[in-house]
């Protein structure tokens, strides 16, 4: 619901404070509503395994206590020190629109405890948990049935005692204590944290029908091995009525004890698990969205992963995650940069409580490292479902492949590399090459990184890993290099990025200067050349090219049993193509003039060879689809071997290459054509004397597209704005743009995006450091658009 940026704000002019007996009526409605304490439930329920016919059940007094502390902790958050503030908010159409009311705590204080203004109150010892930020902690709307919902944000979980999922099994007390809670594999998490609702092919486990008809469908989200809730939301209206309602369910009545009742953990199986479709939970708050963002710390960066950092004085530890929860993750080292969860605890199996809590956090790290949080494909995830959460086959395989990269990270003794140090010589380097070229500032920190700090890593040593620094993004660290006056920075035009822009360099700094004496010493000594540290890197006169690339069709590879290590190009060139069946034009051809030979088709020396019944199926005869009208189906009975190369290479599956040139670097392999570079002009509506240009695509070249539309700018002195979402137009891919300049600039794009300067006269195309190859560049002008000449 709030994963789009600013989703948490619009509609509300101000945060209104609410008054005691508000929040007094707010308290109560919170236990009945939203955590279901002390409410007495409507449906039957089964009784514990533990109880016997006298009443008498095992569990009752650490569910007493349970409970006696959640309701300490939302007197605390509602009753005792800061304010309550009430938002009010219009959400989307895609959040089922409507307005809905966000509840804020504000911080409280060192050493605030409860007013004591109600029961339980008094002999509270605690506080509410965040000292340093606002959180919020309520959200009521209106659902589709018109009813009002009261559901407790993430904040608010993350300070209440998580849900025991054996709860579930036995519902041991009538009276629950918080949402039911489902519990997904880490993976999966990645994909909720960027906006996504949860699949039901994603949940490894489900709470019963009686349970989510107490809390009317409201559950929690967590993953394996870290109970902690990374998300609230609602059941989807259909699973919750088909599972709960249905009059075929074997569970509607509720009472496990009637004779012949299916349990219902065998019923779930039937809407949730590996293989069903459809969305099972509709998120409303997750960790890694929009009201996450503006509740993080000042010192919490742009994904607040400041899990590292030290606690300060009166900050609160949460117990379960062992962090404060001012870290802007809750206080849990397994929420990581607001992208995905990982596990704090061993659930292999065999004694989970007494696991070595030292291991902890290694073990979260290295499960960052081997989630692929980039992935768009979701490559993985599908293996994720396939057991149900009682069951370690899963983590054991994961505790494999961790131990396995534990044992090759270390493999020949090898030292370990300081990342800290590559980033902080890299860094070094690019501001002198700067000062000593005539490079001007400001300059986007962007662009800054990819043209001119990344070039500058040596390329004979170890390469920079971002993410194993102590920094984790370039943000932080530019920052302190701010902080020591080294360079200055400059915000964005809106002001919500302060490092958006590199807008000077102290060389006058001491550590500039040090660093620049012991980066002379070490090139004398290696005997190197002197001149590189007053050349720009390498990287400014590179260039993209577009290799043609082919893939043997499998069935064409099985018929004429050709050789799979030759198909899968296992003798390729370059590591980027190894086994990845992407051969070049000389490898294809190649292919079929051993099949030539193996097969013994030479006819003589004139050149001809025969063709055999497996290259006329697979070569010359055309299916139905691809049948020219009037031509001839039958084989020939031999070809000119060139004709045979040339209807070869046309039988196979195009492909293509993104090639750095020089060095011959490959930075990118897929099948079909390159994604073009669409430039479009059009008139602008209701003159046709006015032009403008739109441009979309340049990201899969590692163009930014803010940083573009500035340039573009600067350069041609017109207006740009950059539309994420434009209407009557085809649709973008997630974090793709599309840029709208004023202007018929057809020709002036493509000579900058390019680098042929020679396209154009136009004094703004000079020195750009885009490089494009020319044929990725896609003008298109509208009806009645004429074409511009050289000026």
């Known amino acids: 619901m709030f994963h789009k940026s600013g989703s948490s704000t619009i509609g509300g002019k101000k945060d209104v404070p609410l008054r005691k007996s508000d929040r007094r009526r707010l308290r109560d409605r919170v236990l009945a509503e939203a955590l279901f304490v002390g409410v007495t439930a409507g449906d039957v329920v089964p009784p514990s395994r533990g109880q016997d016919e006298g009443g008498g059940g095992g569990g009752t007094t650490t569910t007493t206590t349970t409970t006696t502390t959640i309701r300490l902790v939302v007197d605390d958050a509602i009753l005792s020190g800061g304010e309550i503030l009430s938002r009010k908010l219009r959400l989307s159409s895609s959040s089922g629109g409507g307005c809905a009311t966000l509840f804020l705590r504000t911080p409280s204080c060192e050493g605030g405890g409860s007013s004591g203004t109600d029961v339980g109150a008094s002999s509270s010892s605690s506080s509410w948990p965040y000292r340093r930020t606002v959180q919020p902690i309520l959200l009521e709307h209106e659902d589709g049935d018109r009813k009002v919902r009261l559901i407790p944000l993430v904040p608010l979980l993350a300070a209440l005692p998580p849900r025991d999922d054996d709860d579930d099994d036995d519902d041991d007390d009538a009276n629950h204590r918080i949402p039911p809670n489902v519990v997904v594999h880490p993976e999966v998490s990645k994909y909720l944290c960027r906006g996504a609702d949860l699949m ?116 609160v530890i949460n117990p379960l995650g062992g962090g404060a929860y001012d870290d802007g993750n809750y206080g849990n080292d397994g929420f990581v940069e607001g992208k995905v969860v990982v596990p704090i605890m061993d659930v292999g199996g065999g004694s989970d409580k007494d696991s070595d809590e030292d291991g902890d956090e290694d073990a979260a790290a290295e499960m960052v490292g081997r989630l692929d949080v980039s992935d768009p494909a979701g490559k993985g995830s599908a293996a994720a479902f396939d057991d149900a959460p009682t069951d370690a086959a899963d983590d054991d395989d994961l505790d494999g492949q961790e131990s396995d990269l534990r044992e090759g990270s270390n493999e020949g003794g090898e030292t370990e590399v300081d990342h800290n140090k590559i980033l902080s010589d890299a860094c070094y380097a690019s501001l002198l090459l700067l000062l000593s070229s005539k490079t001007t500032l400001p300059m986007p920190v962007s662009t800054f990184y990819a043209k001119h700090l990344l070039p500058a890593i040596p390329t004979t040593g170890p390469r920079l890993d971002m993410k194993r620094t102590s920094y984790k993004k370039i943000g932080p660290f530019l920052k302190e290099m701010e902080s020591n006056g080294v360079i200055k920075l400059g915000a964005s035009k809106d002001g919500k990025d302060r490092c958006a822009f590199l807008s000077d360099i102290a060389k006058d700094n001491p550590m500039l200067i040090r660093f620049k004496k012991n980066w002379k010493k070490e090139i004398e000594a290696s005997g190197g050349d002197l001149s590189a540290m007053k050349s720009p890197p390498a990287s400014q006169g590179t260039k993209l090219a577009v290799v043609d690339l082919f ?62 019944g497996p290259l006329c199926d697979e070569v010359f005869r055309r299916s139905k689809k691809t049948k020219i009208p009037g031509q001839s189906t039958d084989c020939p009975n031999d070809v000119e071997r060139k004709d045979l190369i040339e209807k070869w290479i046309e039988r196979m599956d195009k492909g293509h290459a993104l090639v750095q040139m020089p060095g011959s670097k490959i930075l ?52 740009s704005t950059i539309e994420t979402n434009p209407v009557g137009r085809p649709a973008l891919k997630k974090g793709r743009v599309e840029l709208v300049l004023q202007g ?4 002036e794009l493509n000579a900058l995006l390019s680098g042929d300067e020679t396209l154009t006269s136009h004094g703004g195309v000079k020195g750009g450091e885009y490089n494009l190859p020319k044929s990725v560049i896609n003008i298109v002008l509208r009806k009645g658009v004429p074409a511009r000449k050289k000026r």
Request: with cysteine; aromatic share 6%.
């Open 668 to 719: 990118h392999l897929g099948r079909g054509p390159p994604t073009p570079v669409n430039i479009e002009v059009e008139f602008r509506q209701g003159n046709r004397k006015k032009f403008l240009t739109r441009i979309r695509g340049m990201e899969e070249y590692g163009v930014d597209g803010e940083s573009l539309s500035q340039d573009i700018s600067h350069r041609f002195a017109c207006s």
């Open 200 to 315: 039901r092919s994603g949940m490894r486990s489900f709470p019963p029908p009686w349970a989510l008809r107490r809390s009317g469908g409201i559950v929690t989200v967590s993953v394996i091995g870290n109970p902690q809730p990374m998300a609230v939301g609602t059941v989807e209206p259909g699973l919750f009525r088909d599972y709960c309602y249905s009059k075929k369910s074997a569970n509607r009545g509720g009472a496990a004890g009637d004779g012949g009742v299916v349990d219902w953990r065998t019923e779930a199986k039937n809407f949730v698990g590996p293989g069903k479709k459809g969305v099972g939970v509709i998120i409303v708050n997750c960790y890694g969205d929009d009201l996450w963002r503006g509740s993080l710390p000042p010192k919490a960066g742009s994904f607040g992963c400041v899990n590292g950092s030290p606690p300060t004085v009166g900050d």
């Open 744 to 747: 018929h600039l057809s020709e």
């Open 551 to 612: 893939i043997v069709p499998h069935n064409v590879s099985k018929a004429l049993q050709l050789d799979m290590g030759a198909v899968m190009a296992a003798n390729a060139k370059t590591d980027e193509r190894k086994g990845t069946g992407f051969l070049t034009k000389t490898e294809c051809r190649a292919l079929i003039e051993d099949y030539i030979e193996k097969e013994g088709l030479v006819v003589d020396r004139s050149g001809r060879v025969l063709v055999n």
